[in-house]
C-alpha cells in the first residue's frame, strides 16, 4: 500500500518533465533561432549571476557591481574580450574558473550549442535539430527553405560536424597549451602558474577572445616570437569555422574536393592577413610610440601579429591609442569583416565580403551570375551578404552615435571600440574601461547582437516566412 502514492508522485514527476521537454522541443521546431537567442540569453544571465557574487571576486568584500559582471559576462559568452574591469587582479579562481568556462561554451557558438541541447532534449538528432546546426553552418540557409547540395555542411554531416566542434577545441587548445608552458616558465613564472597561465592563453586564443589572465598582459612575452606566434595559430584556427575545419580534417590532402565555402574562407582569410600586415607596416613603421622603436624584423612580425589580432584575435603588444589614426582606420575595417562563418571570430565574416566582391565582378564583366572556383553562386546568397553588411552597418551606427553622445569622447576611438565590440575582437583603445555604467548597458548589446549575428536575429524576430502567391509589377529605379 505504501508504494502506490510514490509510484503516483513518480508518475507525475516523469509527466511534468516530459511536458516542459515536449514544450521546448516544440519551440525548437517551431523557431530555431528564437530558441537558439533564449539558450544563449540564459546563459548571459547565469553567468552574471555567477560573476556578481563575492566568491567570484578577489579579497574580501562586496560582489562586482551589476553593469560590471552583466558586461563582463556578455563579453565573456560573446568570446569578444572587452572588459571593465582589471582581468588580471578583479577575479577570483572561482571567477576566473567562471570565465574560462563561459568562454569555450561561448566558443561552440550559439546555434551549434542549441543544437547540441535540442538533441538531448528531443533525443534525437530530427530534421529541425540538423536545420539549426546547417544554419550556423550555412548562413545562406538560416530560414526553412530548400537546402541545396553545394552547402559547406550537408544535412547529414551534421551529426560529424558536432563531434568536430568538441574534438577540435579540446585537441587544438589542448596542444597549443603544452606548447606555451615553456615560455612561461621561461618568463620566470612558478610551474603551476605556467600551466594556468597557458591554458587560459590557449582557451582565449583560439575562442578569440583576448582575455589575459597575468598582471602586464603579453608584455612580459612581447619579445618571444615562439609564445606569440603560437597565440597566432590559435586565433588563425579559431577564426576559420568549424565548417572549414570539419573539411580539411577529412580531405586536408585534397583540395580539389573542397567546397566553395571552404576555398573562399581560406583564400579571402590569407589576402586580408597579408593585406592587413602590408598596411600596418607601412602605415606604422616611422611611429616612435609603435613600432618605430623595433628591429626591422621585430616590425614586420609585429605587423603580421596586429593583422592575425584585428581580424578578431583581440589581444595587443601596444596600445592602441597609440597607433596613428590611418591605423586605426585599417583595424576598423578588419575588425568589421572578422573571420570565418559558425567560427568563434565575430564581424561580417569574410564569406560575406568575398561574395560582395564575385558580385562586383560579375557585374563589372557583365556575366549573368556569381562565380568562383568552377562553380556558380545563386543569387540569394548576395542578398543575405548585403543584409548582413547593412544591418552590421547599422548597429555600429547606431551604438556609436549613443556612445558618443554619452560620453563626449573622440570619434575614432569610439568607433573602433564599437566595432570591437560588434566584431567580438576585443581591442581596445581605452574607451570601454572608462564607461559609465549606461554606457557599458550599450556596449553589452551591441556585443550580442554582434554575436548572435545580424541574419539570426532578423530570422528570430520574424514571426514566420509570408508566402506570396503573385508578383507585382516589376518596374527598375535608378541605382549609382
Known amino acids: 500500500m505504501a508504494a502506490q502514492p510514490m509510484g503516483r508522485r513518480g508518475t507525475v514527476r516523469r509527466s511534468w518533465l516530459g511536458g516542459v521537454r515536449d514544450a521546448i522541443d516544440g519551440l525548437v521546431k517551431s523557431s530555431p533561432s528564437r530558441f537558439a537567442i533564449l539558450i544563449f540569453l540564459a546563459l548571459v544571465m547565469v553567468t552574471t549571476l555567477l560573476l556578481s557574487l563575492p566568491i567570484a571576486r578577489a579579497g574580501e568584500g562586496e560582489g562586482t557591481p551589476l553593469a560590471d ?48 541541447l535540442g538533441l538531448v532534449i528531443s533525443r534525437r538528432l530530427g530534421l529541425r535539430a540538423r536545420l539549426i546546426a546547417a544554419s550556423d553552418t550555412n548562413p545562406s540557409r538560416i530560414h526553412q527553405g530548400p537546402v541545396s547540395e553545394s ?36 618568463a620566470g613564472y612558478d610551474p603551476l602558474a605556467s600551466i594556468w597561465y597557458s591554458f ?60 566553395v565555402h571552404v576555398k573562399l574562407t581560406l ?31 621585430t616590425t614586420v612580425f609585429e605587423s ?25 582606420l585599417v583595424s576598423d575595417m578588419l ?11 565575430g564581424g561580417i565574416k569574410v564569406t560575406t565580403l568575398a561574395v560582395l566582391f564575385l558580385a562586383a565582378f560579375a557585374e563589372a564583366r557583365g556575366a549573368p551570375a556569381m562565380e568562383a572556383f568552377g562553380r556558380r553562386i545563386p543569387r540569394d546568397i548576395l542578398r543575405l551578404a548585403v543584409s548582413v553588411v547593412l544591418w552590421g552597418a547599422t548597429i555600429v551606427a547606431v551604438s556609436t552615435i ?12 569610439v568607433l573602433f571600440d564599437v566595432i570591437s565590440a560588434f566584431a567580438t575582437c576585443g581591442l581596445s583603445t581605452g574607451f570601454t574601461f572608462d564607461l559609465p555604467d549606461e554606457g557599458k548597458y550599450v556596449m553589452a548589446a551591441t556585443m550580442f547582437m554582434g554575436r548572435v549575428g545580424t541574419v539570426t536575429l532578423a530570422a528570430a524576430l520574424a514571426a514566420s516566412q509570408r508566402r506570396q502567391l503573385y508578383r507585382r509589377p516589376e518596374e527598375r529605379p535608378i541605382v549609382g
Open 402 to 413: 549613443t556612445l558618443a553622445q554619452i560620453t563626449k569622447a573622440q570619434l575614432d576611438y
Open 200 to 259: 587560459y592563453y590557449s582557451a582565449m586564443g583560439f575562442t578569440n577572445t583576448g582575455f589575459s589572465p597575468n598582471p602586464g598582459g603579453l608584455e612580459p612575452l612581447q619579445s618571444d616570437f615562439w609564445f606569440l606566434s603560437l597565440l597566432m595559430l590559435g586565433v588563425f584556427l579559431g577564426s576559420l569555422g568549424f565548417p572549414v575545419i570539419f573539411a580539411l580534417a577529412r580531405a586536408w590532402r585534397t583540395p580539389r574536393k573542397w567546397s
Open 151 to 186: 552547402q559547406a555542411v550537408r544535412l547529414g554531416e551534421v551529426g560529424g560536424l558536432l563531434a568536430t566542434v568538441a574534438i577540435s577545441a579540446l585537441v587544438i587548445e589542448f596542444t597549443i597549451a603544452i606548447a606555451m608552458i615553456p615560455s612561461f616558465l621561461a
Open 69 to 116: 559582471a552583466l558586461f563582463t559576462a556578455v563579453s565573456v559568452i560573446c568570446v569578444t574580450g572587452l572588459t571593465t574591469v582589471d582581468m588580471a587582479t578583479h577575479w577570483s579562481p572561482f571567477g576566473n574558473a567562471v570565465v574560462f568556462i563561459g568562454v569555450n561554451i561561448g566558443g561552440i557558438g550559439v546555434l551549434t550549442l542549441a543544437s547540441i
Open 335 to 345: 575588425m568589421f569583416v572578422g573571420g570565418g562563418s559558425a567560427s568563434t571570430a
Open 304 to 328: 603580421f601579429f596586429m593583422s592575425a589580432m584585428t581580424r578578431s584575435g583581440g589581444f595587443a603588444t601596444i596600445d592602441m591609442s597609440d597607433l596613428n589614426g590611418s591605423s586605426l
Open 267 to 297: 583564400t579571402t582569410t590569407v589576402i586580408l592577413f597579408v593585406l592587413g600586415a602590408v598596411a600596418f607596416l607601412t602605415l606604422e613603421y616611422n611611429n616612435p610610440q609603435t613600432y618605430g622603436r623595433f628591429d626591422a624584423g
